[in-house]
């Protein structure tokens, strides 16, 4: 098993590739985990996503898919309507998709 994250999918492509073949599980957290979130057709609300590399987190699922790696990806997400350390937040699972406002 192996553990990735960070903010860009863009700067641990090479990364992620060599690990689908050395592990039967990856995780994938932080902000990188919302661009594999959309790829897969889930709403991300405002959350952070590489737009320019949606396509390339499809292959990278399909890949893992091919070589039978299970890749996770977060179940729930802890959501604000702001950045504020105030701001009231709330769990949303990740089924549901996170609304567009938050």
Same mark, same amino acid.
């Given at each position: 098993?192996?553990?990735?994250?960070?903010? @860009?999918?863009?700067? @641990?492509?090479?990364?992620?590739?060599?690990?689908?073949? @050395?592990?039967?599980?990856?995780?994938?957290?932080? /902000?990188?985990?919302?661009?594999?979130?959309? /790829? &897969?057709? @889930?709403?991300?609300?405002?959350?952070?996503?590489? !737009?320019?590399?949606?396509?390339?987190?499809?292959?990278?699922? &399909?890949? /893992?898919?091919?070589?039978?790696?299970?890749?996770?990806? #977060?179940?729930?997400?802890?959501?604000? !309507?702001?950045?504020?350390?105030?701001?009231?937040?709330?769990?949303?699972?990740?089924?549901?998709?996170? #609304?567009?406002?938050?």
């Amino acid at each position: 098993m192996a553990i990735i994250g960070g903010a @860009k999918v863009s700067d @641990k492509i090479d990364v992620i590739r060599n690990l689908l073949s @050395k592990v039967n599980v990856l995780l994938i957290g932080g /902000a990188m985990a919302y661009t594999f979130l959309r /790829a &897969q057709g @889930k709403r991300t609300g405002k959350s952070l996503v590489e !737009e320019d590399r949606v396509e390339l987190a499809k292959s990278l699922l &399909q890949d /893992a898919q091919s070589k039978n790696v299970r890749l996770l990806l #977060p179940s729930d997400n802890l959501v604000a !309507e702001k950045i504020d350390a105030s701001a009231k937040t709330h769990t949303i699972k990740t089924a549901e998709g996170i #609304p567009d406002d938050t």
